[in-house]
Antibody, heavy 118, light 105 residues
Framework: EVQLVQSGAEVKKPGATVKISCKVS????????MHWVQQAPGKGLEWMGL????????IYAEKFQGRVTITADTSTDTAYMELSSLRSEDTAVYYC???????????WGQGTLVTVSS | EIVLTQSPATLSLSPGERATLSCRAS??????LAWYQQKPGQAPRLLIY???NRATGIPARFSGSGSGTDFTLTISSLEPEDFAVYYC???????FGPGTKVDIK
């Protein structure tokens, strides 16, 4: 069974950095890209970026370029998303997602709520 | 950069009715478009990929059509569990549309 299990909720102050993990099981981690998606409260889905776990190559959405770092640890089959210089507008649920054999997202993590508040 | 727009923003229908949702791309995406369903408090679920292919386990009442810049998601007869928000997504840089909420009339 394919599973993507994310780390728990976080509360951060403005200007801080948050790092969220996404541990996968049930498939070969290095075979497929891992994507991250942001969803602010009551808002839509926003693609943030991806990592190719096989070689660590990344692609980031322009909106998050310079503030987001996505990595993959193949020794633990875990992907990470780090977002820096947090501001209140970054309060959101963050999802990891992957597509096994298709270029869309057929498996998702459960989501991690990040609250940015002073 | 390809931008996706969805219409209507909200669709108010009764169970058993047919739902027709639209997604338009700012330039051609060929058939490389997906549809997702999201219910409150849940992660999105892939319904349709490459415009017309149902994902694994998706009921036959969901169908997708279109190519180029205009796409449609059709729910032939709404079940109570279908009231949700629906997003389209294209696979080049993976942006999502703003969503269509299907709510109960």
């Amino acid at each position: 069974e394919v599973q993507l299990v994310q780390s728990g909720a976080e509360v951060k102050k403005p200007g801080a950095t948050v790092k969220i993990s996404c541990k996968v099981s049930g498939y070969t981690f290095t075979d497929y890209y891992m994507h991250w998606v942001q969803q602010a409260p009551g808002k839509g889905l926003e693609w943030m970026g991806l990592v190719d776990p096989e070689d660590g190559e990344t692609i980031y959405a322009e909106k998050f370029q310079g503030r987001v770092t996505i990595t993959a640890d193949t020794s633990t089959d875990t992907a990470y998303m780090e977002l820096s210089s947090l501001r209140s507008e970054d309060t959101a649920v963050y999802y990891c997602a992957t597509g096994l054999g298709i270029h869309y997202f057929d498996y998702w993590g459960q989501g991690t709520l990040v609250t940015v508040s002073s | 950069e390809i931008v996706l727009t969805q219409s209507p923003a909200t669709l108010s229908l009764s169970p058993g009715e047919r739902a027709t949702l639209s997604c338009r791309a700012s330039q051609s995406v060929s058939s490389y478009l997906a549809w997702y369903q999201q219910k409150p408090g849940q992660a999105p679920r892939l319904l349709i990929y490459d415009a017309s292919n149902r994902a694994t386990g998706i009921p036959a009442r969901f169908s997708g059509s279109g190519s180029g810049t205009d796409f449609t998601l059709t729910i032939s007869s709404l079940e109570p569990e279908d009231f949700a928000v629906y997003y389209c997504q294209q696979r080049s840089n993976w942006p999502f549309g703003p969503g269509t909420k299907v709510d109960i009339k």
